[in-house]
T-cell receptor, first 113, second 108 residues
Framework: GAGVSQSPSNKVTEKGKDVELRCDPISGHTALYWYRQRLGQGLEFLIYFQGNSAPDKSGLPSDRFSAERTGESVSTLTIQRTQQEDSAVYLC???????????FGPGTRLTVL | EDKVVQSPLSLVVHEGDTVTLNCSYEVTNFRSLLWYKQEKKAPTFLFMLTSSGIEKKSGRLSSILDKKELSSILNITATQTGDSAIYLCAGGSEKLVFGKGTKLTVNP
């Protein structure tokens, strides 16, 4: 597609439920990133996929968070047993190999009640 | 620990004013410095800077990188209300470290 797409755009869930967030990167982009942005805060790196290499999971805040990517396409970020502090906008970005410019999707606003 | 610090955190100006936003970085594996504009959810790309001292311009916006001082500035001249946004700075290579942003409000 023309840009990075994410779904859903908004998600409201109850504490303790699992959620799955989806990201479709720009076609041909080998790198894909997930970030979390809490209200009034900067972007917090979560995880980075580059081609078929092992993902860099160094930013995942707890073992309740996991992400997968199928080849060089779609990625899903899963949050298990959601907590209220997980409420944030989750942003996905993609970039070409060895080009540092990341292009962002519209984000998913997650609200945990 | 890698960090990117932006200043000021917020700024309120009147239309027509010129503003300068600051970014300093301490990032291992540094290759590029990027500026983004965030109005609602998705940050939109403005500039990528890799060479020191070379100004990049796009309309009323310009930016320059100083690798000696580990810093960059973003200038906006003749500001308009549509420039109101959070401006994010990020440094790194494949992995970017983001600053917390400068919230710019341009009043009519």
């Amino acid at each position: 597609g023309a840009g990075v797409s994410q779904s859903p755009s908004n998600k409201v869930t109850e504490k303790g439920k699992d959620v799955e967030l989806r990201c479709d990167p720009i076609s041909g982009h080998t790198a894909l990133y997930w970030y979390r942005q809490r209200l009034g805060q900067g972007l917090e790196f979560l995880i980075y996929f580059q081609g078929n290499s092992a993902p860099d999971k160094s930013g995942l805040p707890s073992d309740r968070f996991s992400a997968e990517r199928t080849g060089e396409s779609v990625s899903t970020l899963t949050i298990q047993r959601t907590q209220q502090e997980d409420s944030a906008v989750y942003l996905c970005a993609s970039s070409s190999l060895r080009v540092d410019t990341q292009y962002f999707g519209p984000g998913t606003r997650l609200t945990v009640l | 620990e890698d960090k990117v610090v932006q200043s000021p955190l917020s700024l309120v100006v009147h239309e027509g004013d010129t503003v300068t936003l600051n970014c300093s970085y301490e990032v291992t594996n540094f290759r590029s410095l990027l500026w983004y504009k965030q109005e609602k959810k998705a940050p939109t790309f403005l500039f990528m800077l890799t060479s020191s001292g070379i100004e990049k311009k796009s309309g009323r916006l310009s930016s320059i990188l100083d690798k000696k001082e580990l810093s960059s500035i973003l200038n906006i001249t003749a500001t308009q209300t549509g420039d109101s946004a959070i401006y994010l700075c990020a440094g790194g290579s494949e992995k970017l470290v983001f600053g917390k942003g400068t919230k710019l409000t341009v009043n009519p």
